[in-house]
């Protein structure tokens, strides 16, 4: 039983089911069969889309870069395809029902909207200052019109990328440890521990690669707690969502990863020292944003 933190007894809902099948055997299993099938997934798509410019070969360097509307639409896409991946493994390793690792639906939703609400006016407060005094002015990235065209379809693959990795991260790994583990340290460290190594990315960010792998390590606990605060995705999908959806959608920065937003920064991932500079309020953001989702879910 969930004994160590009083305020994580609602989590006991989502971790409950899986004591059927708690073995860790099938966690690792059920990890790897999910990898294949977001992989195989992303490879589908990176064909439809080469099928589509006419050149393999052109895909796949756009897909390398992520600059242009298409590759950032079939990336995105590609990692939803976790969320299959989830739902075989559930069903033919742990015997478990899909929205048993979620929550109930209706909450969910509700829940994930309130919290990307708080995060979203958190972020704006926070980020507008800063923009608005900087020494150099944002970069029109995409034409406004074909921006707005785009929203709704960047808006979509955002929210089901994100959902996707709370799905595969804090919904079914996280569950999973904790139908085997009773210390919230093991199963709300081991999953942000992996989620860290997924976002260490040395090509793309040089000498911050680590920071923004504990970035992405703290995060990863921060929407543990929400998630185990109160029994229900809905509070760690609405931040994930906000917070991508800022970056990926309105401001990123220049070079890969840019391909749907409408501003980039005057400086890319490989500009080391600028990174470094950004990544403290970063740091400040997630911290506030996380205490916001809390008054959101009042938890």
């Given at each position: 039983m969930l004994r160590m933190f009083k305020s994580y007894a609602p989590y006991e809902v989502l971790a409950a089911p899986g004591r059927e099948k708690p073995e860790i055997w099938r966690l690792v299993v059920g990890i790897v069969l999910c990898l294949i099938v977001m992989i195989a997934g992303q490879g589908i798509l990176i064909a439809?889309?080469?099928?589509?410019?006419g050149s393999h070969g052109e895909a796949m360097m756009q897909m390398g870069l992520l600059d242009t509307p298409g590759a950032m639409i079939a990336a995105l896409l590609g990692i939803a395809c976790f969320i299959p991946g989830v739902?075989?493994?559930?069903?033919?390793?742990?015997k478990r029902r899909?929205?048993?690792?979620?929550?109930?639906?209706?909450?969910?939703?509700?829940?994930?909207?309130?919290?990307?609400?708080y995060a979203a006016a958190i972020q704006l407060l926070l980020m507008l200052p800063a923009v608005l005094f900087a020494e150099e002015e944002l970069i029109l990235n995409t034409p406004p019109m074909l921006w707005l065209?785009?929203?709704?379809?960047?808006?979509?693959?955002?929210?089901?990328?994100?959902?996707?990795?709370?799905?595969?991260?804090?919904?079914?790994?996280?569950?999973?440890?904790?139908?085997?583990f009773q210390s919230p340290i093991i199963w709300m460290g081991i999953p942000a521990i992996i989620f860290a190594i997924g976002h260490y990315a040395a090509v793309m960010y040089g000498d911050n690669a680590a920071m923004v792998a504990v970035w992405a390590g703290l995060f990863g606990l921060?929407?543990?707690?929400?998630?185990?605060?109160?029994?229900?995705?809905?509070?760690?999908?609405?931040?994930?969502?906000?917070?991508?959806a800022l970056v990926i959608l309105f401001v990123s920065m220049d070079g890969p990863m840019s391909?749907?937003?409408?501003?980039?920064?005057?400086?890319?991932a490989q500009d080391a020292e600028e990174v470094a500079k950004v990544m403290?309020?970063?740091?400040?953001?997630?911290?506030?944003?996380?205490?916001?989702?809390r008054v959101a879910v009042r938890a």
């Open positions: 439809i889309y080469g099928f589509a410019l739902m075989l493994v559930l069903r033919w390793l742990h899909f929205w048993g690792v979620i929550g109930d639906p209706v909450r969910t939703l509700k829940l994930g909207a309130r919290v990307a609400a065209v785009l929203l709704p379809i960047g808006a979509l693959v955002v929210l089901l990328q994100t959902s996707a990795e709370e799905i595969f991260f804090r919904g079914y790994i996280q569950s999973q440890m904790a139908a085997r921060l929407a543990a707690d929400l998630t185990a605060r109160t029994g229900s995705l809905g509070p760690a999908m609405g931040l994930h969502f906000m917070n991508n391909g749907l937003s409408l501003y980039v920064l005057p400086f890319s403290p309020l970063d740091f400040v953001a997630l911290g506030v944003s996380w205490l916001a989702a």
